[in-house]
């Protein structure tokens, strides 16, 4: 994937806890970057295709993340009902293939489905790593569902999710979330404060 310069790229996963406590800073800096800086998400891939249920001690160290998450971002909400309600499997890339489906049929879909499948997750206590948790979203945001059907499982959108995961590792984050300006060719990691959005314009304008 070829990197466009004045282009802010936003590396994420849509089941990445930290991602969703960016999502209120995230949307400020939205309202606030510069006209001439472009905006493109790429996905990451937390964790790749897995059945299996997800360890016992895998299960603790999520569920502890969320409360460290909840400590350095104030008014971040987990559902923990989660985890009595769902046999969690460590597969984030089904989200992502559908993040990739729904931009397929029109790019605002995008953005809707990466915070449908969020709320789902973190606020309904839905599993996003099943097929049936993913369809119900793009049917609630309004994409053609036999369309995104047929995507969600396609060699094509696979193979973009791969493409973006190689371009995201070309570019050395240590993380999600994680932004990079590229300008004059040149790619700058910018810091995140989540609860700064000025602190993150600031480096994007300098």
Known sequence: MELVNNTLYYIHDPMCSWCWAFQPTWHKIL????????????????????????????????????????????????????????EPRRSTYPSCRAV??????????????????????????????????????ARDIGLNVESFKEDLKSSEVNNLLLDQIHTTKTMSISGFPSLVLVKKNNLEKVKIDYLNSNYIINQIIT
């Open 31 to 86: 309202k606030e970057l510069p006209s001439h800086i472009n905006v493109n998400y790429l996905l990451g891939g937390l964790a790749p295709d897995n059945d299996l249920q997800m360890p016992l001690e895998t299960q603790k160290y999520v569920q502890e993340n969320w409360i460290k998450i909840q400590k350095v971002v104030p008014g971040t909400e987990f559902n923990y009902d989660f985890w009595t309600l769902n």
């Open 100 to 137: 990739i489906s729904a931009k397929k049929q029109h790019p605002d879909f995008e953005v809707l489905m990466t915070e449908g499948i969020q709320k789902a997750y973190y606020l309904n206590a839905l599993n996003p790593s099943n097929e049936d948790t993913l369809i119900n979203i």
